[in-house]
């Protein structure tokens, strides 16, 4: 019931009425759903249909836009904040006034200027939030232009924001691309994905704050993850090997100029390092890549064909530089890379069903029958044969790869895709007009 009164809310309907089935109907046997429908449910919906809807009265106690909420030492504001839910428990900056002055000089846009509502709590997101959540999260003021981008990718539609508390617990990676990673000295060696270093580390942080904070997923309430996780630092890709090698950055296949500083976003629920990738040839080293992404989708399975949205199955991988190198030396483009997987990374017709029949609530799942209606591709059913292989996405570039992580390892690394529910979205970093001067009288500051 709560689950179905948070995803109520969260599609603009605070006050839907709701009808009680007990239990969980994926694990209850057809006798006792049909009593717990006949013997409970169906006369709440009755009474639900026939009765008059009260009238809902919210009550707006929220703080205004620049109000100063609270007064005191840096302990006695953190513990105001913890018992607020508007933390993670974690200290925060305090965000003086001060402080979200120096943020919002690091942008030409207005403080109270709307870049959307964010669902499911509905409120607006506002520069002047994501400076204050920016302060909290422990960011320098010069990632501010980085945070615009990541809230104006988080209400892009096809993300789907609202759906960051679903059942899995997803969580969403940050990809970086451009001149800025070295600018504000973002990792993209060794450990990229550890915390540990400060832009990776605050901004990944910030995002978490901001779903909290500002969109509303909190535990028990917006927020329905069966188990979650914390927040993914910031993936900055090695550009420099990239150029070396002759490959385009990350977001070029998302439509944007090499040179472009861009933030990418998507959820992925799980992730797998694919250590002492070895061979001698590209098909070697991307064979056992392939088969690595292959394991990690199970249920993810149902965004590639389901009713869920088909072909919406994007997976990333990671490779180290040194595999990246290693193929490109070959004569292999990225391009290559893409179609190499797509081909490879294939299961069992068999399979691919039983997962959707057996596992995942798709009680009755037939390719042949998805085929003869159009709802997929006719490559899934080219055949009789169960063991026939079919891919578990739609075309070649429908796999993201990024090239990052120590320079001196042959190791990938894997991430299983949810699909539509946490698309992968592109946004550009909009910098100030004086953006270099900014950049270096903020680092001469600390430097003294």
Known sequence: MGQAAACSMGLGMPDLPLALLPGHPAVQATAVLQKNILGITIDRV???????????????DEPSDCEIVFSGSHDEVNEFFR????????????????????????????PAEVLGIVLPDNRAATVRSIAVNGVMAGCRPEYMPILVALVQAM????????????TPGSDTLIILNGPII?????????????????????????????????????IGGNDKATYGGTWR????????????IGWPPNNVGMGFESSDNTVLIQRYSGGNPLSSVSGTTP????????????????WQLMFAVGSHGGGALRPLILLSPLLAEMIAAAGWSKQDVKEFLFQKARIPAWQFERIL??????????????VRLGHIPKFYYESDDP????????????????????????????????????YAVASKIELPADWDEKLAAAKNTRAQ
């Open 46 to 60: 009755i009474q639900n249909l026939t009765a008059t809807a009260a009238d809902h009265f919210g009550k707006d």
């Open 83 to 110: 018992t607020r839910q508007w933390s993670d428990s974690l200290p925060i900056v305090p965000p003086t006034k001060a402080k979200i002055e120096a943020f919002l000089g690091f942008t030409d846009r207005k």
């Open 155 to 166: 209400l892009d539609p096809e993300y789907g924001v609202e759906h960051s508390g679903s």
């Open 182 to 218: 070295k600018q504000l000295g973002f990792n993209y060696g060794q450990g990229v994905l550890r915390d540990g270093v400060l832009p990776n580390t605050s901004i990944g942080r910030f995002w978490r704050l901001y779903l909290r904070n500002v969109a509303g997923f909190l």
């Open 233 to 244: 630092v910031v993936l900055a890709e090695n550009e420099d090997v990239l150029k070396k």
């Open 283 to 298: 098909e070697e080293l991307l064979t056992y890549v392939a088969d690595g992404v292959t394991r990690e989708h199970t």
């Open 357 to 370: 029949r057996d596992w995942t609530n798709r009680k009755v799942w037939n390719l042949a029958e998805e």
């Open 387 to 422: 063991d026939r292989l079919v891919p578990i996405a739609w075309e070649a570039d429908d796999f993201l790869v990024a090239v990052t992580g120590d320079p001196l390892r042959n190791t990938a690394y894997v991430f299983a895709a949810n699909g539509p529910i946490g």
